[in-house]
């Protein structure tokens, strides 16, 4: 099977071909014809399964036809870099059609975005936020939307989106064609499907599990010894890209830096960067400058790098959901990974929750050559936060008379302000034993 048994439109297909797609993925086989006949769709798939597609091809094949210059696709997307992402690839397979898409995300200028949709973009691909800021503003119009996507649903979620979601979802006209694609179907999910989407065709690829492409092992060691560890673990395995996950920003960051200084192409993914510096780490690992990305759950929402051979949880996250999130991102398309996980006792817990996802125990290995028992510092001196420097205290300014030592001030304040030389005090204001009180 190939594209062509999808009757797209002749540009829409003819932008297909210039990307390079040749054969549909399961969900995009199963999606696109549904898409296509006007239905609602609740897509259940893993991160990596070609969604962008399965929802952008048929959205460009029916905006061809109909009127120009206003919104009529909205794309809602959790984070900055999956926005992005989308945005992009819609751009690529849309290069021929001449439909104009915008992204929308907070944390850059609000004006070109402005101004973007001032000269009439079809496309809005966008983040809960700052889209409620246009909304607010007054600078965008959504009453012509005819097809709305709600992607990585379970994420948004997690991020606290649901009221942003349930606001923007009012603005919207009654009748329009609504997707909804999750990797995951918490209870949340189930009840927002129930409130938006109308007799939906549920297309699911796989089961609701970790990818069986992906080979897991569990590394148990101190927690004061987890970074020496991962550094042994990287000279041990043969790798493409590694993506390691941390449960704090802070950590992220200092995780990195300690990767970089043993020598690897390393960058971070946190929310504390600027977007153009998260733009740029993205790149460069998509690109190869990185070998290795550092990131937090809610950060790395927007990776899709297919080379990833690695995933390493220098933290085990909080929920099975969220592992199943982390892991997506290797074994991507028929190829093996490896999901490596440092844990320590602490761990125990969510260590038989995602075995009892997987149905199976979870190899548990030792690194040979490897001083586990080595002791703990006195303090944390790794992942300790600086302490801020004290601002020098501000010293009592002196009291400015106009003529020191004139009877200005009072005799404390003439104390601490000397009179000049060529003025000497009246006696009146002599100390007390000097006038022999």
């Known amino acids: ?7 797209l439109h002749p540009r829409v297909a003819a932008g297909i071909r210039q990307v390079g797609y040749v ?8 999606a696109i014809p549904v898409v296509m006949q006007g239905r609602d769709v609740m897509g259940l798939a893993q991160t990596g399964t070609g969604k962008t597609a399965a929802f952008g091809l048929p959205i460009l094949h029916r905006l061809m036809d109909g009127p120009r210059g206003h919104v009529r696709a909205l794309i809602l997307a959790p984070t900055r870099e999956l926005a992005e992402q989308i945005n992009d690839a819609i751009s690529d397979m849309g290069r021929q059609t001449g439909l ?6 907070g944390g850059v200028n609000i004006n070109p975005q402005i101004q973007k949709l001032r000269a009439g973009a079809e496309i809005v691909v966008a983040c809960p936020g700052r889209l409620l800021d246009h909304l607010g503003q007054g600078t965008i119009d959504l009453s012509r939307v005819e097809v709305a996507v709600l992607d990585e649903a379970d994420r948004m979620f997690d991020m606290g989106f649901l009221p942003d979601i349930r606001r923007i979802v009012k603005q919207l006209p009654t009748k329009r064609q609504t997707l909804l694609f999750s990797a995951t179907m918490p209870d949340d999910v189930r009840q927002l499907t129930r409130e938006v989407l109308r007799d939906p065709v549920t297309v699911q690829i796989g089961h609701m ?26 000279k041990s395995i043969h790798m493409e890209s590694v993506l390691v996950f941390t449960r704090t920003k802070h950590r992220a960051r200092r995780v990195a830096q300690q990767l970089s200084k043993a020598g690897y192409e390393t960058t971070s993914l946190q929310g504390n960067l600027s977007q153009n510096r998260r733009r740029a780490a993205m790149e460069g690992f998509r690109n190869g400058s990185y070998q290795i990305m550092v990131a937090t759950d809610i950060a790395a929402r927007g990776i899709d790098v297919e080379q990833i051979s690695h995933v390493i949880n220098y933290d085990i996250p909080d929920t099975v959901d969220a592992y199943t999130h982390r892991i997506g991102r290797t074994g991507r398309a028929a190829k093996t990974g490896d999901a490596f996980t440092l844990i320590t006792r602490e761990d125990d817990e969510m260590v038989r929750a995602v075995e009892a996802k997987l149905k199976t125990r979870i190899e548990r290995r030792i690194l040979d050559g490897f001083d586990y028992n080595a002791p703990a510092p006195a ?37 601490n302000n000397p009179p000049d030389e060529a003025r000497p ?13």
């Open 100 to 105: 104009r898409s915008v992204t929308i995300y």
């Open 425 to 437: 005090p009246s006696p009146r204001y002599r100390p007390r034993r000097q006038q022999g009180r």
């Open 209 to 234: 599990a970790p990818v069986q492409t992906v080979s897991h092992a569990l590394y148990p060691v101190p927690q004061h010894l987890k970074t020496a560890l991962l550094l042994e673990l990287l």
């Open 379 to 415: 303090r944390d001196t790794e992942f300790a936060r600086p302490l801020r420097p004290q601002a020098p205290r501000r010293q009592a300014p002196r009291a400015q008379t106009p003529f020191a030592g004139q009877g200005q001030g009072t005799p404390a304040q003439r104390a």
């Open 1 to 7: 099977m190939n594209f062509d048994s999808f009757n």
């Open 23 to 30: 054969s549909p993925t399961p969900i995009q086989k199963q």
